[in-house]
């Protein structure tokens, strides 16, 4: 079955880019997501990309999508104390996501 | 805002004890899902259901069962609870394509987060 895996901590100065890494096994996987979820909260819907994209650009966040090595990535720029939390990449189809075990990202002011 | 509510949001009981979680949704959505999150291991799914009266076994279904008597409602029970099942439950739905976007999207609901003793 599908194994999503990430690293579990970042750490970042205010200002600076953060970049989060996922990889995958299952290439039947029709889309990929980024979820963020804050302390004591549940899991927020952060972006998406389609299997068949490469890039997918959506404000201060950009994701790569890198089919041939099953990497996906998210970037954060201009990293904010409000983005201190915990990320996690799903990969699925049809509705059933397999999520990885989330990176911890903290920002430091 | 996806409308989903989760009660109770947190809960203490003791080891042996039958323990039911519920998750209602507002916007009728076919699917919905049952998570727990610990520390190390991430999300995992437990029971999901397709419709009243469908439902289906996750990653981590022993020692819970599920009931969906009504589209809205999507009841966790644990039987007979155990220090294991110690941890934040989820529940989610999952928005179809086309309803708020181009893809089909989970939500969450706010969690529950049980203890036991």
């Not at chain 2, 934040?88 to 003793?117: E, H, K, M, N, W």
Request: some cysteine; glycine content about 10%; hydrophobic content about 30%.
């Amino acid at each position: 079955g599908e194994d999503v895996e990430q690293s579990l901590f970042l750490s970042v100065r205010e200002g600076d880019s953060s970049v989060i890494n996922c990889t995958y096994t299952d290439s039947s996987s029709t889309y990929l997501y980024w979820y963020k979820q804050e302390p004591g909260a549940g899991l927020q819907l952060l972006t998406y990309i389609f299997s068949n994209m490469d890039m997918k650009q959506d404000q201060r966040l950009t994701v790569l999508l890198n089919k041939k090595d099953k990497h996906l990535s998210l970037r954060i720029a201009d990293t904010q104390t409000g983005d201190s939390a915990i990320y996690f990449c799903a990969g699925g189809s049809q509705g059933n996501l397999i999520f990885g075990k989330g990176t911890k990202l903290s920002v430091k002011p | 805002d996806a409308g989903i509510t989760q009660s109770p949001r947190h809960k203490v009981t003791e080891t042996g004890t039958p323990v039911t979680l519920r998750c209602h949704q507002t916007e009728n959505h076919r699917y919905m899902y049952w998570y727990r999150q610990d520390p190390g291991h991430g999300l995992r799914l437990i029971h999901y259901s397709y419709g009243v009266k469908d439902t289906d076994k996750g990653e981590v279904s022993d020692g819970y069962s599920v009931s969906r008597s009504k589209t809205e409602d999507f009841l966790l029970t644990l039987e007979s609870a155990t220090s294991s099942q110690t941890s934040v439950y989820f529940c989610a739905i999952l928005r179809p394509a086309g309803t708020s976007g181009v893809v089909d999207t989970q939500y969450f609901g706010p969690g529950t987060r049980l203890t036991v003793l």
